[in-house]
């Protein structure tokens, strides 16, 4: 895909990279399969570290580069939160070359010294413009301060804002910039549509949509976990 044809070679080449490319455009793998050609599957310790703003999306990534790596003998650990601690404990203890996972959960086990960093050679922000938000920038701070200064790093997003670009020099060093987006990669066959509602109203109005669509399946994306418990309740009730 194009973005795996132009971000490959470079980051194969070990430059630092800022790449705004489209979710389904393929940069996964574009980031994915020079990670694990520079993985050494002898050497049972985190060598690159992919991080995310969901742990839907740490997971979704974990699998992606996982089967990349499969014929190599690459292991891939997913660590995210809103989950318990156990089996994430077992997988760090058990050896693996790979993580990718959200800020807090993995800060929770760099703090606890479960974790370390000292072998990683590779640093990845997926969603980038989410990584460096407000809410993140902390935990992203902190982080930094584990990881070794001659690694290589790369950001990954839709959108390059001024702010993303002043704040990722705390992590690149003279990057490499990659836009796809004049190239239209994203898929094409998404029509978009709004409703303005008010906040009383939101609910009530989701329902009629539902029922006028019809829709064979459906995905409703909400701000804030209370919000999805209720509005699935609220959905379950009719």
Not at 34 to 57: G, S, Y
């Amino acid at each position: 895909m194009p973005v795996q044809e132009k971000v490959i070679p470079v980051m194969r080449e070990g430059r630092d990279l800022i790449v705004q490319a489209q979710t389904g455009s393929g940069k996964t793998g574009a980031f994915g399969i020079p990670i694990v050609c520079e993985i050494d599957p002898d050497k049972m310790a985190c060598q690159a570290l992919v991080m995310a703003p969901t742990r839907e999306l740490a997971n979704q990534v974990s699998r992606e580069i996982e089967a990349l790596g499969k014929d190599r003998g690459v292991l891939c650990l997913p660590i995210y939160g809103g989950v318990g601690y156990a089996q994430q404990i077992e997988g760090i203890e058990a050896g693996h070359h790979v993580i990718v996972g959200t800020p807090g959960r993995i800060l929770d086990h760099v703090g606890s010294g479960r974790l370390r960093f000292d072998h990683v050679r590779m640093l990845v922000l997926d969603e980038a413009d989410e990584m460096l938000s407000l809410g993140f920038w902390p935990d992203m701070r902190e982080i930094n301060k584990h990881l070794p200064q001659g690694r290589q790093s790369c950001l990954f997003s839709a959108t390059i804002p001024e702010k993303v670009r002043s704040l990722s020099r705390v992590f690149l060093h003279d990057p490499q910039f990659v836009s796809l987006n004049e190239e239209q990669v994203a898929p094409q066959q998404i029509e978009h549509f709004f409703m303005v509602t008010t906040a009383q109203e939101k609910e009530a109005n989701l329902v009629r949509l539902l029922e006028y669509e019809d829709p064979e399946s459906a995905i409703i994306f909400c701000n804030t976990k209370d919000d999805v418990r209720f509005v699935t309740s609220y959905l379950q009730r009719r």
